[in-house]
């Protein structure tokens, strides 16, 4: 048997300690980077379901304003005497608007909707799903629902809240949770 020397002994010893070191900052460098990509996905907001592609918030800035600037003054929304009575009084109720449809950005056009109609609490995020709603579901456990009904074409009022794990907001017993419907997307696609 070959006996080996000092030397050896510690380049070898060396090189078995930079591989370990190496193969731990691989593990970690991509930890850091699966909950980058996680987090981001998670601030996108709007799409449709956990598997979509991303827009970044220039991109989707973007498309917001072109769809804005394509509606004309004329085309703007009027709003019958019996919704402005339904929602008098819940101007402060707070609501997190989500999309159930496949329509990115449908969740924030209509969250600055809301605010132009005098909301002063709205947020947008997420709704994951596997199939596009067909009509708008609004959720509350405080019996807004029922009233907000007048907002959309033909709307469910449910006494209850959706499941934590349907969004990326994080949701509280006093939200009225609205998650927007193929009936009510008022981005044409």
């Known amino acids: 048997m070959k006996k080996k020397s000092a030397a050896g002994i510690?380049?070898?010893?060396?090189?078995?300690a930079f591989v370990i070191i190496a193969a731990l900052v691989i593990i970690g460098l991509g930890y850091v980077l699966t909950k980058q990509i996680i987090a981001s996905r998670s601030k996108a907001g709007n799409g449709s379901d956990k598997n979509s592609s991303v827009l970044s918030d220039n991109q989707r800035d973007e498309?917001?304003?072109?769809?804005?600037e394509a509606k004309t003054e004329?085309?703007?929304?009027s709003e019958d005497d019996g919704a402005k009575d339904a929602?008098?009084?819940?101007?402060?109720?707070?609501?997190?608007?989500?999309?159930?449809?496949?329509?990115?950005?449908?969740?924030?056009?209509w969250a600055e909707k809301l605010k132009k109609k005098g909301f002063t609490n709205v947020q947008a995020g997420?709704?994951?799903?596997?199939?596009?709603?067909p009509?708008?579901?609004?959720?509350?456990?405080?019996?807004?629902?029922?009233?907000?009904?007048?907002?959309?074409?033909?709307?469910e009022a449910i006494k209850g809240m959706i499941d934590q794990g349907e969004t990326d907001?994080?949701?509280?017993?006093?939200?009225?949770?609205?998650?927007?419907?193929?009936?009510?997307?008022?981005l044409g696609e």
């Open 169 to 186: 907001i994080v949701l509280s017993d006093d939200q009225t949770v609205i998650v927007i419907g193929a009936k009510d997307n008022i």
């Open 87 to 109: 929602i008098k009084g819940l101007e402060g109720v707070p609501i997190v608007v989500l999309n159930g449809t496949d329509t990115p950005g449908l969740a924030g056009e």
């Open 74 to 77: 004329g085309d703007s929304e």
């Open 63 to 68: 498309l917001l304003t072109a769809t804005t």
């Open 10 to 16: 510690f380049f070898g010893t060396m090189l078995r």
């Open 126 to 133: 997420n709704y994951f799903h596997e199939e596009e709603m």
């Open 135 to 155: 009509y708008t579901k609004i959720y509350a456990k405080n019996g807004s629902a029922e009233s907000l009904k007048a907002l959309f074409n033909d709307s």
